[in-house]
Protein backbone atom coordinates (compact mmCIF):
# COMPACT_ATOMS: atom_id res chain seq x y z
CA UNK A 1 0.00 0.00 0.00
CA UNK A 2 1.39 3.18 -1.16
CA UNK A 3 0.57 6.08 1.30
CA UNK A 4 -0.45 8.77 -1.67
CA UNK A 5 -3.31 11.48 -1.95
CA UNK A 6 -3.93 13.81 -4.47
CA UNK A 7 -6.40 16.49 -4.21
CA UNK A 8 -7.44 19.34 -7.20
CA UNK A 9 -9.63 22.29 -7.43
CA UNK A 10 -10.74 24.92 -10.42
CA UNK A 11 -9.16 27.88 -9.72
CA UNK A 12 -10.73 30.73 -11.79
CA UNK A 13 -7.27 33.10 -12.30
CA UNK A 14 -4.98 32.59 -14.97
CA UNK A 15 -2.28 30.18 -14.25
CA UNK A 16 0.16 33.20 -13.52
CA UNK A 17 -1.94 34.72 -10.92
CA UNK A 18 -2.28 31.57 -8.86
CA UNK A 19 0.93 30.13 -9.23
CA UNK A 20 2.41 33.81 -7.63
CA UNK A 21 -0.06 33.40 -4.73
CA UNK A 22 2.00 30.01 -3.74
CA UNK A 23 5.40 30.84 -4.16
CA UNK A 24 4.79 34.08 -2.68
CA UNK A 25 5.17 34.24 1.21
CA UNK A 26 3.21 37.75 1.49
CA UNK A 27 0.61 36.34 -0.60
CA UNK A 28 0.33 32.67 1.00
CA UNK A 29 0.27 34.19 4.23
CA UNK A 30 -2.96 36.28 3.49
CA UNK A 31 -4.80 32.87 3.00
CA UNK A 32 -3.05 29.65 3.88
CA UNK A 33 0.16 29.70 6.82
CA UNK A 34 -2.10 31.44 9.13
CA UNK A 35 1.59 32.24 11.38
CA UNK A 36 3.11 33.42 8.11
CA UNK A 37 5.79 32.00 5.67
CA UNK A 38 8.89 32.96 5.29
CA UNK A 39 11.03 32.54 2.29
CA UNK A 40 9.74 32.61 -1.63
CA UNK A 41 9.43 28.92 -3.17
CA UNK A 42 12.25 28.74 -5.38
CA UNK A 43 14.63 25.78 -6.63
CA UNK A 44 16.88 24.84 -3.69
CA UNK A 45 15.68 27.08 -1.21
CA UNK A 46 14.61 26.01 2.57
CA UNK A 47 11.87 28.37 3.37
CA UNK A 48 9.49 28.55 6.65
CA UNK A 49 6.15 28.29 7.41
CA UNK A 50 3.94 28.60 10.39
CA UNK A 51 0.36 27.77 11.52
CA UNK A 52 -1.62 28.21 14.19
CA UNK A 53 -3.18 25.11 14.36
CA UNK A 54 0.43 23.59 14.46
CA UNK A 55 2.23 26.44 15.93
CA UNK A 56 5.83 26.70 15.88
CA UNK A 57 7.54 27.58 11.95
CA UNK A 58 8.96 24.46 10.38
CA UNK A 59 11.24 23.82 7.40
CA UNK A 60 10.15 23.39 3.42
CA UNK A 61 12.62 22.10 1.34
CA UNK A 62 12.20 23.08 -2.47
CA UNK A 63 13.64 20.60 -4.34
CA UNK A 64 12.06 21.92 -7.89
CA UNK A 65 10.12 24.78 -9.35
CA UNK A 66 9.45 25.45 -12.87
CA UNK A 67 7.26 28.73 -12.88
CA UNK A 68 3.52 27.95 -13.69
CA UNK A 69 3.72 24.03 -14.08
CA UNK A 70 5.32 22.45 -10.99
CA UNK A 71 6.10 22.87 -7.23
CA UNK A 72 8.18 20.01 -5.42
CA UNK A 73 8.60 20.04 -1.52
CA UNK A 74 9.83 18.16 1.50
CA UNK A 75 8.63 18.45 4.72
CA UNK A 76 8.85 16.38 7.55
CA UNK A 77 6.52 13.74 7.65
CA UNK A 78 4.76 14.77 11.19
CA UNK A 79 3.16 11.77 11.97
CA UNK A 80 4.32 11.83 15.61
CA UNK A 81 6.52 9.50 17.94
CA UNK A 82 7.54 6.09 15.82
CA UNK A 83 5.95 3.20 16.49
CA UNK A 84 8.23 0.82 18.35
CA UNK A 85 10.88 1.33 20.85
CA UNK A 86 11.51 5.17 21.34
CA UNK A 87 8.10 7.25 21.88
CA UNK A 88 9.84 10.47 22.48
CA UNK A 89 11.33 10.55 19.70
CA UNK A 90 9.69 12.54 17.10
CA UNK A 91 9.47 11.07 12.82
CA UNK A 92 12.60 11.48 10.99
CA UNK A 93 11.52 11.03 7.44
CA UNK A 94 9.91 13.47 4.94
CA UNK A 95 7.32 13.22 2.63
CA UNK A 96 7.24 14.60 -1.07
CA UNK A 97 4.50 17.06 -2.09
CA UNK A 98 4.25 17.69 -5.66
CA UNK A 99 1.78 20.77 -7.19
CA UNK A 100 0.86 21.27 -10.57
CA UNK A 101 -0.83 24.32 -12.31
CA UNK A 102 -2.19 23.59 -15.55
CA UNK A 103 -4.09 26.53 -17.81
CA UNK A 104 -7.79 25.72 -18.63
CA UNK A 105 -10.58 27.56 -20.52
CA UNK A 106 -8.27 29.30 -22.94
CA UNK A 107 -6.18 30.09 -19.87
CA UNK A 108 -8.64 32.29 -18.21
CA UNK A 109 -8.70 29.36 -15.39
CA UNK A 110 -6.39 26.98 -13.37
CA UNK A 111 -6.61 23.21 -12.42
CA UNK A 112 -4.31 23.32 -9.16
CA UNK A 113 -3.52 19.75 -8.47
CA UNK A 114 -1.42 18.92 -5.19
CA UNK A 115 -0.08 15.35 -4.08
CA UNK A 116 1.50 14.15 -1.42
CA UNK A 117 3.49 10.93 -0.90
CA UNK A 118 5.75 8.94 1.53
CA UNK A 119 4.45 8.15 4.72
CA UNK A 120 5.62 5.10 6.39
CA UNK A 121 3.07 2.51 6.45
CA UNK A 122 1.75 2.49 10.03
CA UNK A 123 -1.21 3.59 11.50
CA UNK A 124 0.26 6.81 12.60
CA UNK A 125 1.31 7.45 8.75
CA UNK A 126 -1.81 6.25 7.47
CA UNK A 127 -3.56 9.15 9.97
CA UNK A 128 -1.07 11.76 9.22
CA UNK A 129 -1.96 11.01 5.68
CA UNK A 130 -5.45 11.97 6.26
CA UNK A 131 -4.70 15.20 8.21
CA UNK A 132 -2.53 16.44 5.58
CA UNK A 133 -4.91 15.43 2.77
CA UNK A 134 -7.30 17.61 4.75
CA UNK A 135 -5.09 20.50 4.80
CA UNK A 136 -4.10 20.40 1.46
CA UNK A 137 -8.02 20.67 0.66
CA UNK A 138 -8.69 23.26 3.02
CA UNK A 139 -5.47 24.94 1.37
CA UNK A 140 -7.33 24.56 -2.33
CA UNK A 141 -10.69 26.15 -0.68
CA UNK A 142 -8.56 28.72 1.00
CA UNK A 143 -6.75 29.69 -2.60
CA UNK A 144 -9.80 30.18 -4.68
CA UNK A 145 -11.45 32.36 -1.72
CA UNK A 146 -8.75 34.43 -1.62
CA UNK A 147 -7.75 35.00 -5.52
CA UNK A 148 -11.99 34.86 -7.03
CA UNK A 149 -13.46 36.86 -3.67
CA UNK A 150 -10.86 38.37 -1.40
CA UNK A 151 -11.75 36.05 1.53
CA UNK A 152 -9.24 34.58 3.61
CA UNK A 153 -11.20 31.56 5.05
CA UNK A 154 -8.48 30.71 7.60
CA UNK A 155 -8.62 33.95 9.35
CA UNK A 156 -9.86 33.13 13.08
CA UNK A 157 -10.29 29.66 12.01
CA UNK A 158 -7.56 28.19 14.69
CA UNK A 159 -7.05 30.48 17.41
Known amino acids: MDLTFRVSAHISRPVAEVFEAVVNPEQLSRYFTTGGAKGRLET ?6 DFHDFPGAFPVWVMEVEPQKKIVFEWAA ?3 PPEGDDPVRRTDYRTTVTMT ?3 IDGGTRTLVAIEERGWRQTETGLKASYGNCQGWTQMQCALKAYLEYGINLREGMFK
Open 44 to 49: GATVYW
Open 78 to 80: NDG
Open 101 to 103: FEP
